[in-house]
């Protein structure tokens, strides 16, 4: 990359849309960072970018071979990719709506003391037991089972709820704007190994659930008598039912305000880290992408030829080309706006003379963008023959198909009109013409007396003396006739 290009990359930069373009990417690269770290599934995507990695190798090393394979199975694997990271799409999108603070009433500390309290006596009384706090993303698509509750939290209650002879014990409990909504729930199971094998059932459903959402959930666990907190696919333990109170209330003001703002200390830093990098890649990436785009390539297409005649002495005749490739040479984005269906090459032979003549096709005969090169036509000329035109009148003839049915008979035919003038070219091909034939008229759909409107149709070197051929009508009537008898076998 030379100085220029370094500067043209610059100066595409420093402007708003360009600017806009880069931020819109960083934060793209942010929320998929972000998602596939919570949903553990980081190690898929180290092995996508070690693939995109040896492409670059090849790509620096010229190994044709790799280059081929990536580049033929490119469409293939970006289908793979977006089935394999489905759900994470999902909620990156899901997430990217979520720019306004939670709907959720406000929470008192009271509430959050008496679920963490509670939560003690039973790690005491090794009862196991979850308790599910959403946060700003729904849940609903992610529980299954459970028993609909409209109860206000409170120690009995809990106590109650997870009891091993409750028939929900074993399930989850979900505290929603205060107060507890469901109970026996089951949750999704994690499908990451960020959990060791020795944790049970409640402990991987936690992680599961922490993983698909932005809840945080309480888990006692009746093996250890523990206390743990899951939240954006991380376990925490706690030794006190102080940490777990503020875990709650902290839980619920990240969830009353946009999901930009991150805790102080640590988390503040790794996420600044983590903005920074995104935004480092998204610049790279754009770079790389305007300086692809502006390096110069070529291209072919095929464009219609369009002629210009003003001339009412001359007509073509004899072949024509209709069509003509250009080798084209620009920019990436220049080419790829071009629209081959929109562009013609436009001949003027208005100034034409009787005989064969040549006509050049030159950038004059394009409207090519600025940055755009015309570098070779085929054919670089056209052969066209011109002949002196003059008006005569020619018969019309209808062109009729098949034959009538058996029992009727054609009584008579009348065209009108049944000549008409005409260009026809001078000489002895014009006088070789008299006649027009119409559009094909198929006697046997015919059954009765009928009036046909026809179209004409003419050799190209016939031309209307208008600016297009009249309608042509035929009326055709009938006469039933007997059919006639095979003579008797003597």
């Not at 980081?42 to 092995?47: D, P």
């Not at 005491?124 to 992610?142: D, F, M, N, T, Y």
């Not at 054919?379 to 098949?402: C, D, H, M, T, Y």
């Amino acid at each position: 990359m030379t100085g220029t290009d370094y500067l043209a990359i610059v100066q595409q930069i420093v402007n708003w849309r360009g600017l806009l373009d880069i931020f819109l990417l960083a934060a793209g690269i942010f929320f998929l960072y972000r998602t596939l770290i919570s949903l553990g599934t980081w190690k898929i995507v180290t092995g996508i970018l070690l693939a995109v990695g040896v492409f670059l190798v090849a790509s620096l090393l010229d190994l044709k071979g790799i280059e081929w394979v990536y580049r033929h199975v490119s469409h293939v694997a970006l289908i793979a990719v977006i089935v394999i990271f489905q759900p994470e799409l999902r909620k990156i999108f899901e997430r990217a709506t979520l720019l306004r603070g939670s709907k959720t009433v406000d929470q008192s500390a009271e509430l959050a003391g008496l679920v963490a309290d509670t939560m003690g006596k039973l790690a005491s009384q090794r009862r196991g037991a979850i308790v599910v706090l959403p946060g700003r993303e729904p849940i609903k698509e992610w529980l299954s089972g459970g028993f609909p509750l409209s109860g206000i939290p409170s120690e009995p209650l809990i106590m109650s709820i997870f009891d091993p002879h409750s028939p929900g014990h074993d399930g989850a409990v979900i505290l929603e704007n205060g107060r507890f909504t469901l109970f026996g729930v089951r949750l999704p199971i994690s499908r990451s190994t960020r959990l060791a094998e020795d944790y049970g059932t409640r402990h991987h459903a936690a992680m599961g659930m922490s993983e698909q959402s932005d809840a945080l959930i309480i888990v006692v666990s009746e093996e250890r008598g523990r206390i743990s907190l899951f939240k954006q696919g991380e376990m925490t333990l706690v030794a006190d039912d102080a940490t777990v109170s503020r875990a709650i209330v902290n839980h619920w003001q990240e969830s009353a305000t946009l999901p930009f703002e991150f805790s102080k200390g640590s988390r503040r830093r790794a996420a600044a880290g983590q903005m920074g990098v995104s935004l480092a890649i998204a610049l790279l990436l754009w770079a790389t992408l305007i300086f692809d785009q502006s390096e110069s390539i070529e291209r072919m297409v095929s464009v219609p030829v369009q002629y210009t005649l003003s001339s009412s002495r001359l007509m073509l005749v004899g072949d024509r080309p209709t069509e003509v490739r250009l080798h084209l040479a620009g920019t990436m984005t220049e080419l790829d706006r071009l629209l081959p269906s929109q562009m013609s090459v436009q001949v003027d032979i208005s100034k034409a003379v009787e005989g064969r003549q040549s006509f050049y096709i030159t950038e004059d005969n394009l409207r090519l963008p600025k940055g755009v090169r015309l570098l070779d036509v085929s054919p670089s000329s056209l052969e066209l023959n011109f002949a002196a035109i003059r008006q005569k009148q020619v018969s019309i003839e209808p062109q009729l198909v098949g034959r009538l049915n058996e029992g009727l008979e054609m009584l008579s035919m009348e065209v009108k009109p049944d000549k008409i003038a005409a260009m026809i070219p001078s000489g002895e091909n014009g006088d070789l013409i008299s006649s027009v034939t119409t559009t094909p008229v198929y006697l046997e759909s015919i059954r009765q007396d009928t009036r046909i409107y026809c179209k004409i149709v003419a050799p190209p070197s016939v031309q209307p003396v208008a600016t297009h051929w009249p309608d042509v009508e035929i009326y055709i009537k009938l006469k039933y006739v007997a059919p006639t008898k095979p003579p008797a076998k003597k």
